[in-house]
């Protein structure tokens, strides 16, 4: 079985931080590319980057404003998205996504997680 779950969703205050994990079970991780991508209330998910099996970022132009960064610990077999200066506006659900393949677009990925919830407000 090949699966991705997401966690570390929260709620924080504008300003605030959170760190987001991809784990994989059933591949190893270290093997595939990497997508993050959100999505807000009423809104279509859009992607935010991709991290290659070396480790690049190529970021996807779909308009998502949220300071990010992608780190790979390939020893957990997990993907993190450290969330920095969260604002209102970054509230939703954060996705991963993995394709054994050079970084897809969005549509092109094959294995999905659930997502998790991330809140901001004061």
């Known amino acids: 079985q090949l699966r991705l779950v997401e966690s570390g969703g929260d709620w924080v205050q504008p300003g605030g931080s959170l760190r987001l994990s991809c784990r994989a079970s059933?591949?190893?991780?270290?093997?595939?590319?990497i997508g993050w991508f959100h999505q807000t209330p009423g809104q279509d998910r859009r992607g935010i980057s991709c991290?290659?099996?070396?480790?690049?970022?190529?970021p996807y132009s779909d308009g998502v404003n949220v300071q990010f960064t992608i780190i790979r610990d390939n020893a957990e077999n997990t993907v993190y998205l450290q969330l920095n200066d969260l604002k209102p506006e970054d509230q939703g659900i954060y996705y991963c996504?993995?394709?054994?393949?050079?970084?897809?677009?969005?549509?092109?990925?094959?294995?999905w997680g659930h997502g998790t919830q991330v809140a901001v407000s004061a």
């Open positions: 996504a993995a394709l054994g393949r050079a970084c897809p677009q969005p549509y092109e990925y094959k294995w």
């Open positions: 991290i290659s099996a070396s480790g690049e970022t190529t």
């Open positions: 059933g591949f190893s991780l270290d093997d595939y590319y």
